[in-house]
Each structure stands twice: as structure tokens, then as C-alpha cells.
């Protein structure tokens, strides 16, 4: 069990003016940099050793000291029959060379060589540089009524560079690209408030949970309700997940739920395992596996071929079923480069963060991060992993993987940091905690170069909403 949610006092209820969500946040005092590093990415770190440059030295005069006393002392005490031994080796073994290793002279060609085997040579890259990670946010925007509940997602990050954060009974869409801030729904008391908000693969539409047990299905091009979809759950929907025209939906009846959007009858399969809140769902990159955590501290790995529209009686429909995490298992992120990869975290009883094989239900590693594990983020380009955290530090910390060595801890959130979403460009990451703020990092560096953008499977998704069968 983790805590869940708690109250939190806003301006409402002391009479002033309510504060404009997504709006940048007001003026903070400036808070040096803990770190000693140089501000400026380009900047070389020497570090601590001293390596000196042989440029400067004069390297005849330095080899005349080391070695003219001691050729005094052995000739002053050398016998002829000795000298002329050692000139007789110097000559057959050492072609008459004084020394072995000299800094003067280069290294003899390679025989055979070709023109392009020489061009490709000199055309090697760089040494790669340390990426230089700064240790503040890059935009503060103020999330007031941003619910404190470690069970719900409230924040998600589309394809089309469009973040959608759920700030008590409204939903309100943020365009990274302009900076403008627009709403898309607000519902009513009965219904909200809003549990969880996920973008479909094709970033223009989004999938809303309701307290009521509800999703609604809206176009956000045009802000207009497409359905919603009734009696999938008894109780709130806190989690939700893609799976190209599946929306994969978790309920606090511990319910697992696949919705074919596209028909009418759109409760396709049901996964059933959990014994309380499913807070946890994510679907692999394949979209063959599905992870899904609960608050009754169990993971399970789903296989795709295994589900069944009519589950058998006595019937285990999980793939593994993972019993290791001692908490609430919310955080999980499958590897962007090893596809049988999944990294959760678990609650403020457990706060350790585990990987496993998806294939054979194997624990790879556990590592202790000392606090609440509320989310985890891969990084698309290297091999590290983000996570974020509650008490003590509400901090997130960037983790070298497999080493699980700390490469940065970035503060400035006062509150756990509840929900983090990655940009489409898997360079920057916002992060929304129970202060009441959402946060924007240069955590994972600066995008590659852009490449031809494949044609779109999932345009048709949404065609069929107007000729429901």
C-alpha cells in the first residue's frame, strides 16, 4: 500500500483569485548550482590529473642527464672484452639504436595499405564529449488543483508535441511548439475528477478516466466528444494505455480492460489478476506485452496471444506473475533498445527500482534509491534511465545503465514529483508534483539530426467513430 491522496489547500478555498493554470511561474529567488561544473556545454573538464605537454620539454638534454653519469661509471670500470661485447649486441639486436622507445620518430607506415582504408582512417569521429546536464528547470508553469494521488496519470506527452495535464475536473492541453495553453474539457462534479489522461499514437486524439468509472474519447483538433465509453469499469479508471487502436484501460476494481475503439461493442478482452487498483500499464514497443502494476504490490507481464474474450475458469492469463516489489508498483518503462527489458518502481514501503527479463520473468537487478518511486523514464538515445521520487528529496535522478551509477539528481520541486512525461523528441521531460507546478528539464540532451518521418500506420484510427456498427 502507498499513501494516496491528500488535500491540498488552494486559493479557492481562502477567497483569492484563483491562479491561471499554465501560466510560468512567478519570480523565484536565484539558487546557485550545487554542481562545480562549467555552464558552458563546449567547456573542457580537466579534472585532477596533471598531464604535461611533451612540446615543451627538451627531450635530448633530459636524456643526456639520465643517462651520461651511469655511461661514465660502467666505462670507467668496463673492461675491453665487455665493450666490445656490448657493441657487438647493440649491433646485431639493437641495429645500433642507443634507445627502444623514442618520441621523435614516427611509427613505420603499414604495408598494403589502400587509398580508402588511409582516407577512412582519418575521417575516424571525435572522441565523443561529456554531455553537459543542467541542473535547474528550463520553464516553470504553475498546476494549481493538480490532485496529490499517487495511483492516478494525469499527465501524458503526444506525438504531435502537445502535453495534456489533468488539473482537477478539467483537462487542459499545452503546445510546446507555441507555448499556448488551451482547454479541452471540464466535467461535472458526479463525474470528476478527471484519474488519468493518455495521448493515441497519433497525437491527435486523447483518451480521458473519470472518477465515474467513464472514458471519454476526444478529438482535440476540433475539441469535440467522439464517445464515451461506458460500464468498462466499477469504479474510477486510473490508468491507460495505447496499443495502436486498443486503449488498454485499469480500474480500481483491479480490472484490466481492452477497448477496440473502432466498434461498438469495444470491450474486446479482460485481464483479470489484481486484487486492488491497477495504477501501472504500459504496452511494450512491440505491442505483444503488456506490464501492468497494482496497489496490491503485484506486476504482471501480459502476453497478447494469451488473452481471451471469455476468460476460462481456473485459467492463469498472465504471462509472469511478479511478486518481488514490497509496495505499490506504479513506475514502469519498457527499454527503448532491448525490447524484453522492463525497469518499475515501487511505492514508499518498497522504493526500489527492478529490472526484468520479459521473457523469462527473471529479476536482473534491484537497486535501492532510498525514496518513493512515483515514475520512470528511458532515455531514447543513450542508455541511462530518469526516475522520479517522493519523500525525502522530491527529486529526479538520471541513472547510467546497467551500472546504476548517478550521473545527476535535479531539485527545485518541493513536493513528490507524481507524473513525468518525455517529449517526441526524447529530449526533454516535464515533470508535475503535489506543489502544484510542472516543470520542464534538458535532461536528455539535444536532439539528433531529423530523419525521413515514416508514413503513419494509425491514420485511420478514428475513421469509423461517425458509422459505429
Known amino acids: 500500500m502507498d499513501a494516496g491522496s491528500h488535500s491540498i489547500?488552494?486559493?479557492?478555498?481562502?477567497?483569492?483569485?484563483p491562479r491561471p493554470p499554465l501560466q510560468e511561474a512567478g519570480s523565484r529567488p536565484y539558487m546557485p548550482s550545487l554542481s562545480t561544473a562549467s555552464r558552458n556545454p563546449s567547456a573542457k573538464c580537466y579534472g585532477d590529473r596533471f598531464i604535461p605537454d611533451r612540446s615543451?620539454?627538451?627531450?635530448?638534454?633530459?636524456?643526456?642527464?639520465?643517462?651520461?653519469?651511469?655511461?661514465?661509471k660502467e666505462n670507467a670500470a668496463a673492461s675491453p672484452s665487455k665493450e666490445a661485447y656490448r657493441r657487438l649486441l647493440a649491433e646485431k639486436l639493437l641495429n645500433n639504436r642507443t634507445r627502444i622507445l623514442a618520441f621523435r620518430n614516427k611509427p613505420p607506415e603499414p604495408e598494403n595499405v589502400s587509398a580508402a582504408d588511409t582516407a577512412s582512417?582519418?575521417?575516424a569521429k571525435p572522441p565523443k564529449q561529456r554531455r553537459y546536464i543542467p541542473q535547474s528547470a528550463e520553464r516553470t508553469l504553475d498546476a494549481p488543483d493538480?490532485?496529490?494521488?499517487?495511483?492516478?496519470?494525469?499527465?501524458?506527452?503526444?506525438s504531435k508535441n502537445v502535453l495534456s495535464i489533468a488539473l482537477g475536473d478539467t483537462v487542459y492541453l499545452w503546445d510546446a511548439s507555441s507555448g499556448s495553453t488551451s482547454e479541452l474539457v471540464t466535467v461535472d462534479e458526479d463525474s470528476g475528477p478527471i484519474t488519468s489522461v493518455s495521448w493515441a499514437p497519433d497525437g491527435q486524439h486523447v483518451a480521458?478516466?473519470?472518477?465515474?468509472?467513464?472514458?471519454?474519447?476526444w478529438d482535440t483538433s476540433s475539441n469535440r466528444l467522439l464517445r464515451t465509453l461506458r460500464g468498462v469499469h466499477e469504479s474510477r479508471v486510473g490508468s491507460l494505455a495505447w496499443n495502436n487502436n486498443?486503449?488498454?484501460?485499469?480500474?480500481m476494481d483491479g480490472n484490466i480492460v481492452n477497448n477496440d475503439v473502432r466498434i461498438r461493442n469495444h470491450v474486446v478482452q479482460t485481464y483479470q489478476g489484481h486484487s486492488q487498483e491497477v495504477c501501472g500499464l504500459k504496452w511494450s514497443g512491440s505491442g505483444q506485452q503488456l506490464a501492468s502494476g497494482g496497489n496490491d504490490n503485484l506486476l504482471h507481464i501480459w502476453d497478447v496471444s494469451m488473452a481471451s474474450s471469455v476468460p476460462s475458469a481456473g485459467r492463469n492469463q498472465w504471462l509472469h506473475r511478479l511478486e518481488d516489489h514490497t509496495a505499490a508498483v506504479k513506475?514502469?518503462?519498457?527499454?527503448?533498445?532491448?525490447?524484453?527489458l522492463l525497469a518499475t518502481g515501487g511505492g514508499g514501503s518498497d522504493r526500489c527500482i527492478k529490472f526484468w527479463n520479459t521473457h523469462t520473468g527473471a529479476c536482473l537487478n534491484s537497486v535501492d534509491t532510498g525514496s518513493q518511486v512515483c515514475a520512470l523514464l528511458w532515455n531514447k538515445n543513450e542508455r541511462e534511465l530518469l526516475s522520479s521520487h517522493g519523500f525525502t528529496q522530491n527529486q529526479l535522478t538520471l541513472w547510467k545503465y546497467p551500472s546504476m551509477v548517478k550521473m545527476a539528481e535535479l531539485t527545485g520541486h518541493t513536493s513528490r514529483v507524481l507524473f513525468m512525461a518525455q517529449s517526441p523528441d526524447g529530449c526533454t521531460v516535464a515533470s508535475a508534483a503535489a506543489d502544484e507546478t510542472l516543470r520542464f528539464w534538458n535532461v536528455f540532451g539535444s536532439p539528433e539530426a531529423p530523419k525521413p518521418?515514416?508514413?503513419?500506420?494509425?491514420?485511420?484510427?478514428?475513421?469509423?467513430?461517425n458509422h459505429l456498427r
Do not use: R
Open 9 to 17: 489547500s488552494s486559493e479557492k478555498s481562502h477567497g483569492l483569485a
Open 56 to 72: 615543451a620539454m627538451d627531450m635530448d638534454m633530459a636524456h643526456y642527464l639520465l643517462t651520461e653519469p651511469k655511461k661514465d
Open 121 to 123: 582512417t582519418h575521417q
Open 146 to 158: 493538480l490532485v496529490d494521488d499517487y495511483y492516478l496519470n494525469l499527465l501524458d506527452w503526444g
Open 208 to 217: 480521458v478516466g473519470l472518477n465515474s468509472s467513464d472514458i471519454q474519447l
Open 246 to 251: 486498443i486503449l488498454t484501460t485499469g480500474g
Open 331 to 340: 513506475a514502469l518503462a519498457w527499454c527503448p533498445f532491448q525490447s524484453n
Open 453 to 465: 518521418a515514416a508514413k503513419a500506420s494509425h491514420t485511420g484510427m478514428f475513421n469509423s467513430f
